[in-house]
Nanobody, 129 residues
Framework: QVQLVESGGGLVQPGGSLRLSCAASGFTLDYYAIGWFRQAPGKEREGVSC????????YYADSVKGRFTISRENAKNTVYLQMNSLKPEDTAVYYC??????????????????????WGQGTQVTVSS
């Protein structure tokens, strides 16, 4: 069974850090681009970051550039999102997703939700004092 499981969310003060993990089972993550998305209450789901399957290239939304870092550890079949200098506006449910078969790296970096097929259940990140 193909499954993605996010973990690492929680409550953190502004300026703090969290590291989210996205662990895969039932398939090998390194064959897919992996995206991180987030959805705040009352808002559309938005793409945050993506890492390619091939050369490790990455993409970040402007809102998180310089603060978030995406990485993958293929030996553990896991992708991470290190989040530093967190702001209250980063509060959301964070999801990881694997690109659909046949999606190119360039397409994946566009972080269009329809280009991603397997999704995790999400992990809540709350940034508040």
């Amino acid at each position: 069974q193909v499954q993605l499981v996010e973990s690492g969310g929680g409550l953190v003060q502004p300026g703090g850090s969290l590291r989210l993990s996205c662990a895969a089972s039932g398939f090998t993550l390194d064959y897919y681009a992996i995206g991180w998305f987030r959805q705040a209450p009352g808002k559309e789901r938005e793409g945050v970051s993506c890492i390619s399957s091939s050369d490790g290239s990455t993409y970040y939304a402007d809102s998180v550039k310089g603060r978030f870092t995406i990485s993958r550890e293929n030996a553990k079949n896991t992708v991470y999102l290190q989040m530093n200098s967190l702001k209250p506006e980063d509060t959301a449910v964070y999801y990881c997703a694997a690109s659909r078969f046949g999606i190119t790296t360039a397409q994946a970096m566009g972080l269009v939700t329809g280009d991603f097929g397997s999704w995790g259940q999400g992990t809540q990140v709350t940034v508040s004092s």
